[in-house]
């Protein structure tokens, strides 16, 4: 029921920072956990970061860890991540999940209740 648009992706070089922005339309109080993942050409998708709505809880993909951070703003219902530091190896089409239950809530799950159609992000060295 949930429409994800992602934005704010683009083109930058190592070292730079970007932030991704990700507007949920037709947006649900039900809505468990939001998170971004991630897939480069010829590689599997992985999770990124992930928020739980309603405690605030964060979770990371260990190459994220002090470098990225995912937040939410409950006004706006809208889902950030801030990227900083980025590297050549960040470069990948960005994706916004979000879920209805706990049990699709994580960052090595593969079923989500909603996708948004992704931003490209790309760092060049």
């Known amino acids: 029921q949930v429409q994800l648009v992602e934005s704010g992706g683009g083109s930058v070089q190592a070292g730079g920072s970007l932030r991704l922005s990700c507007a949920a339309y037709g947006y649900s109080y039900l809505t468990y956990c939001m998170g971004w993942f991630r897939q480069a050409p010829g590689k599997v998708r992985e999770g990124v970061a992930l928020?739980?709505?309603?405690?605030?809880?964060?979770d990371y993909a260990e190459s994220a860890k002090g470098r990225f951070t995912i937040s939410h703003d409950n006004a706006k219902n809208t889902l950030y991540l801030q990227m900083n530091s980025l590297k050549p190896e960040d470069t990948a089409m960005y994706y916004c999940?979000?879920?209805?239950?706990?049990?699709?809530?994580?960052?090595?799950?593969?079923?989500?209740?909603?996708w948004g159609q992704g931003t490209q992000v790309t760092v060049s060295s």
């Open positions: 999940t979000a879920d209805l239950a706990s049990r699709n809530c994580g960052l090595s799950t593969s079923n989500h209740n909603a």
């Open positions: 928020i739980y709505i309603g405690g605030g809880s964060t």
